[in-house]
């Protein structure tokens, strides 16, 4: 009687699986764009302006919708080039961003939520070992296929990051990057 009902359950399952049709799986795979060296992100205040030269990272794409997927930026504080004579050499050192000791700025997003055209990338922005949640608002500017241009413009409070003392300078600093990238081959 066990090996009956045992082998009716066996046929019912095979009938079952087989009678299933075949549904197409949806290929979730990501388009992965690699952040190149003609990106920029500048930094205006009211008491000082200028740029970060170098940044790093990647850019993911769902190829299905379009939207980005994933968004991670390094900056290389070395990078830094401030407008006024004299101040980029201060700015690098201990008194700022200490880039002996903590020669990156990084944001890696941990979730995205798409409304029209604007994304948002929210995760963690750290800056001289201290992070802090964040969300950057990132828009597609150009897309050819091989190459992505990005657009972001956000403002960050830089005695969040113990950058510089109480009054040093403004503390309100807008950043707004282009973010050039290449498609990554496989």
């Known amino acids: 009687m066990i090996k009956a009902f045992c082998?009716?359950?066996v046929a019912l399952f095979f009938a079952v699986f087989v009678a299933q049709p075949n549904t197409p799986t949806i290929d979730s795979a990501k388009t992965t764009y690699l952040i190149q060296d003609k990106s920029v992100i500048e930094l205006q205040s009211l008491d000082f302006s200028?740029?970060?030269t170098s940044v790093k990272g990647q850019v993911s794409v769902d190829p299905r919708t379009n939207t980005i997927s994933g968004f991670d930026l390094i900056i290389d504080v070395n990078s830094?080039?401030?407008e006024i004579p004299g101040m980029t050499?201060?700015?690098k050192s201990a008194d700022f961003f200490d880039v002996a000791a903590y020669p990156s700025i990084t944001f890696f997003s941990d979730s995205l939520v798409t409304t029209g055209t604007e994304t948002l990338a929210h995760g963690k922005i750290t800056s001289k070992g201290i992070s802090k949640l964040f969300s950057l608002p990132v828009v597609i500017s150009?897309?050819?296929g091989s190459s992505l241009i990005i657009k972001t413009t956000f403002t960050l409070n830089r005695s969040d990051f113990l950058i510089g003392g109480e009054?040093?300078?403004s503390n309100m600093v807008t950043a707004t990057a282009s973010i050039q990238t290449k498609k990554?081959?496989?």
């Open 167 to 169: 009054d040093a300078v």
């Open 80 to 82: 830094l080039d401030l």
């Open 184 to 186: 990554k081959k496989d």
């Open 7 to 9: 082998g009716i359950y």
């Open 50 to 52: 200028g740029k970060f």
């Open 142 to 144: 150009s897309n050819n």
């Open 89 to 91: 050499k201060h700015a």
